[in-house]
Protein backbone atom coordinates (compact mmCIF):
# COMPACT_ATOMS: atom_id res chain seq x y z
CA UNK A 1 0.00 0.00 0.00
CA UNK A 2 1.64 3.08 -1.33
CA UNK A 3 0.41 6.79 -0.28
CA UNK A 4 -3.55 5.40 -0.32
CA UNK A 5 -6.68 8.06 -0.47
CA UNK A 6 -7.35 7.98 3.51
CA UNK A 7 -6.55 9.39 6.78
CA UNK A 8 -5.97 6.71 10.17
CA UNK A 9 -5.28 9.88 12.20
CA UNK A 10 -5.61 13.45 12.85
CA UNK A 11 -3.58 14.95 15.40
CA UNK A 12 -4.22 18.23 16.79
CA UNK A 13 -1.39 20.31 18.32
CA UNK A 14 -2.53 21.53 21.51
CA UNK A 15 -1.59 24.42 24.57
CA UNK A 16 -2.07 21.69 27.01
CA UNK A 17 -2.36 18.17 26.18
CA UNK A 18 -4.36 17.10 29.67
CA UNK A 19 -6.33 20.05 29.45
CA UNK A 20 -7.58 19.01 25.61
CA UNK A 21 -7.47 15.42 26.93
CA UNK A 22 -9.97 16.40 29.90
CA UNK A 23 -12.14 18.40 27.55
CA UNK A 24 -12.73 15.43 24.71
CA UNK A 25 -13.29 13.12 28.02
CA UNK A 26 -15.55 15.57 29.28
CA UNK A 27 -17.85 15.14 25.90
CA UNK A 28 -17.85 11.47 26.50
CA UNK A 29 -15.20 10.51 24.55
CA UNK A 30 -13.24 7.44 25.70
CA UNK A 31 -9.11 8.19 25.82
CA UNK A 32 -7.04 4.90 24.93
CA UNK A 33 -4.63 2.81 27.34
CA UNK A 34 -2.03 3.88 24.41
CA UNK A 35 -2.22 7.42 26.08
CA UNK A 36 0.30 9.19 27.46
CA UNK A 37 1.44 12.39 29.14
CA UNK A 38 2.33 14.03 26.02
CA UNK A 39 -0.01 12.38 23.60
CA UNK A 40 -3.79 11.61 24.20
CA UNK A 41 -5.85 9.23 21.93
CA UNK A 42 -9.16 9.03 21.32
CA UNK A 43 -10.95 6.20 19.20
CA UNK A 44 -13.55 7.92 16.18
CA UNK A 45 -16.28 6.00 13.91
CA UNK A 46 -13.55 4.97 11.36
CA UNK A 47 -10.43 7.37 11.98
CA UNK A 48 -8.54 8.71 15.48
CA UNK A 49 -7.76 11.60 17.33
CA UNK A 50 -4.57 12.55 18.26
CA UNK A 51 -3.73 15.63 20.41
CA UNK A 52 -0.05 16.47 20.88
CA UNK A 53 1.57 19.63 22.21
CA UNK A 54 1.98 22.60 19.51
CA UNK A 55 5.52 22.90 19.60
CA UNK A 56 6.55 19.07 19.81
CA UNK A 57 4.64 18.88 16.19
CA UNK A 58 6.13 21.19 14.67
CA UNK A 59 9.90 19.64 16.51
CA UNK A 60 8.72 16.55 14.78
CA UNK A 61 7.89 17.58 12.02
CA UNK A 62 11.78 19.14 11.53
CA UNK A 63 9.81 22.90 11.68
CA UNK A 64 11.22 25.38 13.76
CA UNK A 65 8.26 26.18 16.55
CA UNK A 66 6.75 29.99 16.11
CA UNK A 67 5.22 31.86 18.93
CA UNK A 68 3.23 34.85 19.08
CA UNK A 69 1.07 36.61 16.24
CA UNK A 70 3.28 34.72 13.41
CA UNK A 71 2.26 31.36 14.54
CA UNK A 72 3.24 29.51 12.06
CA UNK A 73 3.66 25.93 13.62
CA UNK A 74 1.65 23.34 12.06
CA UNK A 75 -1.63 23.21 14.41
CA UNK A 76 -2.20 19.31 12.93
CA UNK A 77 -1.16 16.69 11.07
CA UNK A 78 -2.68 14.31 9.10
CA UNK A 79 -1.12 10.56 9.59
CA UNK A 80 -1.66 7.32 7.28
CA UNK A 81 -0.33 4.08 9.17
CA UNK A 82 1.23 1.56 7.55
CA UNK A 83 1.41 -2.30 7.47
CA UNK A 84 5.45 -1.49 7.83
CA UNK A 85 8.83 0.39 7.84
CA UNK A 86 8.98 -0.60 3.87
CA UNK A 87 5.42 0.69 2.87
CA UNK A 88 6.17 3.75 4.96
CA UNK A 89 9.42 4.52 2.86
CA UNK A 90 7.55 3.58 -0.36
CA UNK A 91 4.27 6.19 0.77
CA UNK A 92 7.10 8.98 1.70
CA UNK A 93 8.94 8.05 -1.65
CA UNK A 94 5.69 8.49 -3.58
CA UNK A 95 4.45 11.95 -1.72
CA UNK A 96 7.79 13.24 -2.53
CA UNK A 97 7.68 12.07 -6.34
CA UNK A 98 4.03 14.04 -6.38
CA UNK A 99 5.82 16.98 -5.62
CA UNK A 100 5.63 17.21 -1.69
CA UNK A 101 8.88 18.44 0.78
CA UNK A 102 9.81 15.69 2.68
CA UNK A 103 10.62 17.09 6.34
CA UNK A 104 11.66 13.80 8.06
CA UNK A 105 12.59 10.74 6.49
CA UNK A 106 11.55 7.27 7.64
CA UNK A 107 13.41 6.80 11.14
CA UNK A 108 12.83 4.61 14.47
CA UNK A 109 10.80 6.17 16.94
CA UNK A 110 10.86 6.37 20.68
CA UNK A 111 7.24 4.54 21.04
CA UNK A 112 8.29 1.55 19.03
CA UNK A 113 7.33 2.21 15.59
CA UNK A 114 8.45 4.18 12.70
CA UNK A 115 7.44 7.12 11.02
CA UNK A 116 8.47 10.06 8.53
CA UNK A 117 6.80 13.03 7.19
CA UNK A 118 6.00 15.39 4.15
CA UNK A 119 4.43 18.67 3.31
CA UNK A 120 2.13 18.76 0.67
CA UNK A 121 2.37 21.63 -1.62
CA UNK A 122 0.42 24.36 0.79
CA UNK A 123 2.15 22.94 3.68
CA UNK A 124 -0.07 20.33 5.62
CA UNK A 125 2.01 17.98 7.07
CA UNK A 126 1.43 14.28 6.18
CA UNK A 127 2.69 11.38 8.92
CA UNK A 128 3.40 8.33 7.20
CA UNK A 129 3.65 5.80 10.19
CA UNK A 130 3.97 2.06 11.18
CA UNK A 131 2.85 1.34 14.95
CA UNK A 132 3.13 -1.73 16.08
CA UNK A 133 0.46 -1.38 18.76
CA UNK A 134 -2.23 -0.19 16.38
CA UNK A 135 -3.14 -2.96 14.03
CA UNK A 136 -4.57 -2.11 10.65
CA UNK A 137 -7.51 -3.96 9.63
CA UNK A 138 -7.84 -4.91 6.12
CA UNK A 139 -9.50 -1.13 5.22
CA UNK A 140 -6.87 0.51 6.65
CA UNK A 141 -8.33 1.49 9.50
CA UNK A 142 -6.22 1.34 13.25
CA UNK A 143 -7.47 -0.14 15.72
CA UNK A 144 -6.69 1.60 19.11
CA UNK A 145 -6.57 -0.61 22.80
CA UNK A 146 -9.97 0.23 24.46
Known amino acids: MSFYPGISLITLGVADVARARHFYER ?4 CSSASTAEVAFFKLNNIALALFGRAYLAVDAGLEPQVGAAQASPVFSLSQNHGGTGAVDRALA ?6 GALLKTGQA ?3 GGYHGMVADLDGHVWEMAWNPHFPLAPDGTIDLPA
Open 27 to 30: LGWR
Open 94 to 99: QAVAAG
Open 109 to 111: TSW
